[in-house]
């Protein structure tokens, strides 16, 4: 079975950094773009990042220039890099990727289980 399971969340003071981490295990045969979503109380959940199966990357206006997202095919990995961390970024944060589990499946969205992030003094 297709998962995705993240690692790295946890309470940082405003202006520290957290890295995030989503590897993807089972039984996979290609995985096409990988992303970063985070929801906040009360708020939809929102697109933070993406990444393309060959590295081309999307942010959304209010993390450019302080979140990197970066993949390592290899690993079936996909990170976050989050530096200059605002309260504002507080959230649950929840990695997709699209996957096909057999040369002859179509790719399916999947989800991992979120992690929290938590921005405060």
């Known amino acids: 079975q297709v998962q995705l399971v993240e690692s790295g969340g946890g309470l940082v003071q405003p202006g520290g950094s957290l890295r995030l981490s989503c590897a993807a295990s089972?039984?996979?045969?290609?995985?096409?773009?990988m992303g970063w979503y985070r929801q906040a109380p009360g708020n939809l959940r929102e697109l933070v990042a993406t990444?393309?199966?060959?590295?081309?990357?999307h942010y959304v206006d209010s993390v450019k220039g302080r979140f990197t997202i970066s993949r390592d095919n290899a690993k079936n990995t996909v990170y976050l890099q989050m530096n200059s961390l605002k309260p504002e970024d507080t959230a649950v944060y929840y990695c997709?990727?699209?996957?096909?589990?057999?040369?002859?499946?179509?790719?399916?969205?999947?989800w991992g289980q979120g992690t929290q992030v938590t921005v405060s003094s």
């Open positions: 997709y990727a699209e996957m096909a589990a057999t040369s002859y499946s179509d790719p399916r969205g999947y």
């Open positions: 990444i393309s199966s060959g590295g081309n990357t």
């Open positions: 089972g039984s996979l045969f290609n995985i096409y773009a």
